[in-house]
């Protein structure tokens, strides 16, 4: 049986654990490749085991300073790391698989313009030690076809793949959806984070509700432990929302209590402002949202929005659009049914289009004969023979505090 090591780059949803949706995209690669017969082992940075884990998740983490780590010890046929900051910092003797779950450089561009620019260099590095490439969407995969040239790798489309955002093809059960009397519950779910801008859209919800004197919002979000905004933006949304009395902030909360708490609502609420970084995501959270039965009130712009507007899976509206999405909103409040079909058509959605085991097929071909691809020419001067040591040294300012971080066993963000 093939071995395959998925090297996650953040937090899995393993039991009692949160989650993020580089996680999830982790978790949903291991699992589409295990419905085909692989065998899977994961991989998730230090920095987030649990101090009292002494489970897999504890004996296979990995460390910056020691990315190889879980290699060694599971010897697999393929390993698919999980963006390219999870890379091993030297080129393996096994195929390795860059999963590029999103534009992780345009996400440093908006936390820290200094850390875009110094990761260049590291990102075209990583590139030229993989051999096979997937990313979440149509629009990201002819993004990276100009960081595969700048490699040096040949235009070939062979060479990168699309996998979709993908989740379990057993679907929960929602309960209650016929229940007349229910109050309408909106949720919005993650971190916040630099790059991710919804505070007009929620503060246009929050009023509505205001003025209809109905609904609710539970928002599962607040400060995410390493990216920090400087800006004070979601302090003082977060200063608002807490004062209003139809929200309701919830701590993070481990994933298989955070379904349960989706299941319970009625609607998704998933507008933001538009930028490149946002332009290009496939966003993970919509995708569950979906899968949970959660029509979505979903950025226009996005790329989910084409499937969500061909399956009336819910309601499209750009952030600035402040009038219609106060009509999109009234909808909802007042018209349970239009909740209940467009739920019927998100789950419809996944089932045909976003389930594991439908959509993991150009990964699990490559697994199954894999091969080396090498760059034909190299188009910088990359450093390819470092140590370990003198590769750590020569990373980012915010890297080198993160090893600082890890190097405290006590510490955990869970």
Known sequence: MTRVLIIAGDVLPLPGYPTTGAGLRAWGLGQGLISQGFEVLYSMPEYYVRADSHGPERELCWHPADREKPIRLTKPDVIVACHWPAMPTRRQNVPIVLDLHGPH???????????????????????????????????????????????????ESRLIRVVPVSLSPELPVRVNDNNAKQDTTFVYGGMFLPWQDPVRPLLTLTRTMTDLDRGSLLLFGGPHPIVKDSSGTFER???????????????????????????????????????????????????????????????????????????????????????????????????????RDKSNNARKLVRECLTWDKTITPLADFCRKPSRSYPFEQVFPVPSSLSETEAVQRRPPWWQRLIKYWSHPTSSCV
């Open 237 to 339: 949304l977060m200063q608002e929302l807490d004062r209003h009395d139809r929200v309701r902030i919830m701590p993070s909360v481990p994933h298989d209590e955070l379904i349960k708490r989706y299941m319970q609502a009625q609607v998704a609420f998933d507008v933001m402002e538009p930028n490149p970084e946002r332009e290009l995501a496939y966003t993970t959270r919509t995708v569950e949202y979906l899968w949970c039965g959660l029509p979505v009130i979903y950025t226009a712009y996005g790329e989910l929005a084409g499937l969500i507007g061909s399956y009336d899976a819910g309601w499209l509206c750009a952030a600035h659009e402040t009038e219609r999405l106060r009509d999109i909103i009234k909808t909802v409040l007042t018209d349970p049914q239009a909740c």
């Open 105 to 155: 450089l345009m996400e440093r561009y908006f936390w820290d313009r200094q850390q875009a620019r110094s990761g260049v260099m590291e990102k075209i590095s990583a590139f030229r030690n993989a051999d096979f490439f997937i990313c979440a969407g149509e629009r990201q995969r002819y993004y990276f076809f100009n960081w595969l040239l700048l490699a040096g790798f040949p235009l």
